[in-house]
């Protein structure tokens, strides 16, 4: 079956993340938490360290209207350097103006407003923000209720 996802890639705090994203969109780990552990070794790899084999290999989470997020740890001990930029957004189309602002105030909470919920001229109710652990979100609004 065909879909879309958005992979995120954190420096070591995808659990926390995606707990957060679990709180606001619902729903269950889609084939759990999978953990660096659970690989199994690999000739010519040195051992994990005990810390980096707690960290998030894999996780995926159903949100609004089937899209689903993805994400893994991507720390510096194993190679991995992070950057975030504005050059990704995940786009939000919720079916009311109710819960437009209740994804937008929960997903900006500790995080930064970019555009606040506001009336546009191509006749959404549209607004952007990043969340508290870097991830861009905007929200377009069609429904007029």
Not at 79 to 97: A, C, H, Q, S
Not at 106 to 123: C, H, I, T, Y
Request: proline share 6%; aromatic share 14%.
């Amino acid at each position: 079956m065909a879909r879309t996802s958005t992979y995120l890639n954190f420096p070591s705090n995808t659990e926390k993340a995606f707990l957060f994203y679990q709180s606001i969109f619902g729903g269950e780990f889609i084939g759990g938490i999978n953990r660096f552990g659970d690989v199994p070794a690999q000739p010519n790899q040195p051992p994990l360290s005990e810390a980096d084999k707690k960290l998030v290999m894999h996780i995926e989470l159903a949100i609004t209207g089937g899209h689903v997020l993805m994400g893994t740890d991507a720390p510096e001990s194993m190679g991995f350097k992070v950057l975030y930029g504005n050059n990704m957004y995940i786009n939000l189309e919720p079916d009311t103006r109710i819960e437009t602002e209740r994804l937008f105030t929960a997903l900006s909470r500790n995080g930064k407003v970019e555009m606040p919920l506001q009336d546009m001229f191509w006749g959404a109710y549209y607004g952007s923000c990043a969340d508290q652990f870097g991830v861009h979100w905007m929200f377009n609004c069609v429904n007029k209720k």
